[in-house]
């Protein structure tokens, strides 16, 4: 394979763990924030956004919302991030 190779995009989906979820208003609507979007950036830093259902219920639109700063939050980030690089080093190929 050439080093030469452009890989542009690594992202992880986490699930937010109940006791870490928050609510959020965005466009006169609710949203409980359940899953984050974890991307790896070029320079290796980290970009996060969250994501989630309307509280009323419903499909309601795919809008993205800030993290709160948040050890708590920081913290699941980069152990999602840890395990999914465990995961994609130990992959097994194509299926």
């Not at 996060?48 to 009323?56: F, I, L, N, Q, T």
């Amino acid at each position: 394979m050439s080093s030469d190779l452009e890989v542009s995009a690594l992202a992880i989906n986490v699930t937010i763990p109940e006791a870490l979820r928050w609510t959020a208003s965005r466009r006169g609507e609710d949203f409980t924030l359940t899953t984050l979007n974890v991307r790896l950036l070029p320079d290796g830093h980290l970009a996060v956004k969250a994501y989630g259902r309307p509280v009323a219920g419903g499909r309601g639109a795919y809008v993205s919302f800030p993290v709160p700063d948040e050890p708590e939050l920081a913290a699941l980030v980069s152990e999602a991030a840890g395990r999914a690089g465990a995961m994609w080093a130990a992959h097994r190929g194509l299926g």
